[in-house]
């Protein structure tokens, strides 16, 4: 019933700057949360940065003072301005939503996953 669409990823130079958007689609009442989550080979999924629909942010360790993640709320739409990337942060990208759809109830969707490869 909701579908996201990451789009941003890409291979860039360590130090470069990436920018990861995601909108979500669908019957879509409300939009609690969006974050950015990633999954490197070999490696668990892990959050990367998290953000209410009242503004609130919380972010991995290792990204801190690095990514900011925002929202549009009118948009369904969140991203993520990546800065001073590192090869570490090479990985899969996945978007997340959790809300509530018009029929009232709750839902929590995935985007299919974008690329970023940091990489000189």
């Known amino acids: 019933q909701v579908q996201l669409v990451e789009s941003g990823g890409g291979l860039v130079q360590p130090g470069g700057s990436l920018r990861l958007s995601c909108a979500a689609s669908?019957?879509?009442?409300?939009?609690?949360?969006m974050g950015w989550y990633r999954q490197a080979p070999g490696k668990q999924r892990e959050l990367v940065a998290a953000?209410?629909?009242?503004?609130?942010?919380n972010y991995a360790d290792s990204v801190k003072g690095r990514f900011t993640i925002s929202r549009d709320n009118a948009k369904n739409t969140v991203y993520l301005q990546m800065n001073s990337l590192k090869p570490e942060d090479t990985a899969v990208y996945y978007c997340n939503a959790d809300g509530r759809v018009v029929s009232g109830a709750d839902f929590g969707s995935w985007g299919q996953g974008t690329q970023v490869t940091v990489s000189s």
């Open positions: 669908g019957s879509i009442f409300s939009i609690y949360a």
């Open positions: 953000i209410t629909s009242g503004g609130s942010t």
